[in-house]
């Protein structure tokens, strides 16, 4: 079984690809993933020029990166002229799409719409030979890995993918791990590495969440069983990439970059205690 370590780079998105480089390398991971998005070096309207730029720069850096978070919809996926044949030809070879919105009332219809969008996104994956990978979230109609196994059942593994995600999945509730890596198996691509802390705030002890709140912190003090999510990973015999997501220390770079290599090093830790992670 096999790992890629990889850093999904939102927080950093100011660094030029030498620093997020020097980055990887500095925490101890494997590469980076290229956020295709507004506001960042690669756009959507810019990706045909700019992509390109980035995987040369990359190249240059030592880095190969094969894999892309975005927020593409399923009809700018299927579109002949949308992103993926660009992606492709640049060496990408999975891809984060865009989550499906939650839905308030007649929730069957919307998963429904959901999964006709998904066989539409299967076959634009396949045509182009990239994998899409869907990202279960918190505050979206995906919020467990059992949803996301109706989302893709039947659809084509090779080319569609889910991304386990423990700081978003405890937003909204908690199935055990390996509950959920069994069950999605072979369609379990990606980890997404956040975790959160719960806490109550007295002064709102009167409400109906009873002051409850969630924040991000890195998974040594967050409330995911790290050493449960590889096992569960270990057992379907993962081989994919885990994605370090820093949503914390959003003001200071250096605190962030130290608790990020501390949180790499506590995982490879526990990977490397665990048989043939």
């Given at each position: 079984?096999?790992?890629?370590?990889?850093?999904?780079?939102?927080?950093?998105?100011?660094?030029?690809?030498?620093?997020?480089?020097?980055?990887?390398?500095?925490?101890?991971?494997?590469?980076?993933?290229?956020?295709?998005?507004?506001?960042?070096?690669?756009?959507?309207?810019?990706?045909?020029?700019?992509?390109?730029?980035?995987?040369?720069?990359?190249?240059?850096?030592?880095?190969?990166?094969?894999c892309a978070s975005t927020m593409l919809t399923?009809?700018?996926?299927?579109?002949?002229?949308?992103?993926?044949?660009?992606?492709?030809?640049?060496?990408?070879?999975?891809?984060?799409?865009?989550?499906?919105?939650?839905?308030?009332?007649?929730?069957?219809?919307?998963?429904?719409?959901?999964?006709?969008?998904?066989?539409?996104?299967?076959?634009?994956?396949?045509?182009?030979?990239?994998?899409?990978?869907?990202?279960?979230?918190?505050?979206?109609?995906?919020?467990?890995?059992?949803?996301?196994?109706?989302?893709?059942?039947?659809?084509?593994?090779?080319?569609?993918?889910?991304?386990?995600?423990?700081?978003?999945?405890?937003?909204?509730?908690?199935?055990?791990?390996?509950?959920?890596?069994?069950?999605?198996?072979?369609?379990?691509?990606?980890?997404?590495?956040?975790?959160?802390?719960?806490?109550?705030?007295?002064?709102?002890?009167?409400?109906?969440?009873?002051?409850?709140?969630?924040?991000?912190?890195?998974?040594?003090?967050?409330?995911?069983?790290?050493?449960?999510?590889?096992?569960?990973?270990?057992?379907?015999?993962?081989?994919?990439?885990?994605?370090?997501?820093?949503?914390?220390?959003?003001?200071?770079?250096?605190?962030?970059?130290?608790?990020?290599?501390?949180?790499?090093?506590?995982?490879?830790?526990?990977?490397?205690?665990?048989?043939?992670?």
């Amino acid at each position: 079984m096999r790992a890629v370590w990889s850093l999904f780079p939102k927080a950093f998105r100011e660094y030029s690809v030498p620093q997020l480089a020097e980055l990887v390398r500095s925490v101890g991971l494997d590469t980076t993933n290229v956020v295709i998005r507004k506001g960042f070096p690669v756009e959507e309207t810019t990706i045909a020029e700019s992509l390109p730029r980035f995987q040369q720069e990359a190249a240059n850096e030592g880095l190969k990166v094969t894999c892309a978070s975005t927020m593409l919809t399923p009809d700018e996926i299927a579109s002949d002229h949308g992103p993926l044949p660009v992606m492709a030809a640049c060496g990408i070879r999975e891809f984060r799409m865009g989550w499906f919105p939650k839905a308030e009332t007649d929730i069957r219809s919307a998963l429904q719409a959901a999964k006709g969008d998904m066989d539409r996104v299967a076959a634009a994956a396949a045509k182009h030979r990239i994998k899409a990978i869907y990202q279960i979230h918190h505050n979206t109609l995906i919020t467990s890995a059992s949803a996301a196994y109706n989302l893709v059942r039947g659809l084509p593994p090779q080319w569609i993918g889910v991304e386990l995600d423990p700081g978003n999945q405890s937003y909204q509730g908690f199935e055990p791990w390996h509950y959920g890596a069994g069950l999605l198996d072979d369609y379990c691509s990606w980890l997404a590495v956040k975790d959160t802390v719960t806490w109550q705030e007295n002064a709102q002890i009167g409400e109906p969440d009873k002051g409850w709140r969630r924040r991000f912190e890195p998974v040594m003090a967050g409330v995911t069983n790290w050493h449960r999510v590889l096992d569960a990973l270990n057992a379907i015999g993962f081989d994919g990439t885990i994605v370090f997501m820093p949503f914390y220390e959003e003001q200071d770079d250096v605190r962030r970059t130290k608790k990020l290599a501390d949180e790499v090093a506590y995982l490879r830790a526990i990977s490397d205690s665990q048989t043939s992670f």
